[in-house]
């Protein structure tokens, strides 16, 4: 076979993804930042005072972590403002474990986005449990999202988280059940250390 003499063009460049920045808009009518196969999730605004503050807590530890910034600066001290601070030492260790230890990837949005992750779901409803007693409940909730030892050393942290809360008024409710809301199992998430921040 004869060869050109032209020399093969080289193949073009694919940009980086960055998954904290909305995708472009491809012509659907979509105009929010999440996914459209995130849709069924509910809306933050929708929950109770004490589960946003929840989600609220555990999205500026993932930007912090992210970041390299320290959780007191991305949260403007503001538990120790209120009179949380052993409320934020829990939130820190509970969250050190699962970033440490997750079985999959895990989904914690940016502070920004109204739409709530399975896994924030889970967290909450774990929280909860370990509100009304329910320390089996709150074990199964953290088995979902990170292997059984794991779990068990991440349970005394959301005790504390739970408790601390507890003793400021501030009681959660699990999150009811929505379409789609089941996390993903780790069979169906890719075999990645990578945690997602949407």
Avoid at 90 to 108: E, G, H
């Amino acid at each position: 076979m004869a060869r050109s003499g032209r020399p093969k063009a080289p193949a073009p460049k694919v940009p980086a993804v960055n998954d904290n920045r909305p995708e472009e808009n491809q012509g659907g009518g979509h105009e929010d930042d999440c996914r459209n196969e995130l849709m069924a999730m509910p809306d933050v605004s929708a929950l109770d005072f004490t589960a946003q503050f929840t989600v609220w807590a555990i999205r500026s530890w993932v930007q912090a972590f992210k970041s390299k910034q320290s959780f007191d600066d991305v949260t403007h001290q503001t538990f120790a403002r209120f009179g949380l601070s052993r409320s934020a030492l829990a939130v820190d260790s509970l969250m050190t474990v699962l970033a440490a230890s997750a079985a999959r990837s895990i989904d914690i949005r940016c502070v920004q986005c109204r739409l709530l992750s399975p896994d924030e779901a889970l967290l909450i409803d774990g929280m909860a449990a370990a509100q009304a007693g329910g320390y089996f409940v709150a074990t199964v909730a953290l088995r979902q999202l990170m292997p059984g030892t794991a779990a068990r050393a991440a349970l005394p942290h959301l005790v504390d988280l739970a408790r601390d809360l507890s003793e400021a008024g501030m009681v959660a409710k699990p999150i009811p059940p929505y379409a789609g809301l089941a996390a993903p199992s780790a069979a169906e998430m890719p075999a990645s250390a990578s945690r997602v921040l949407h």
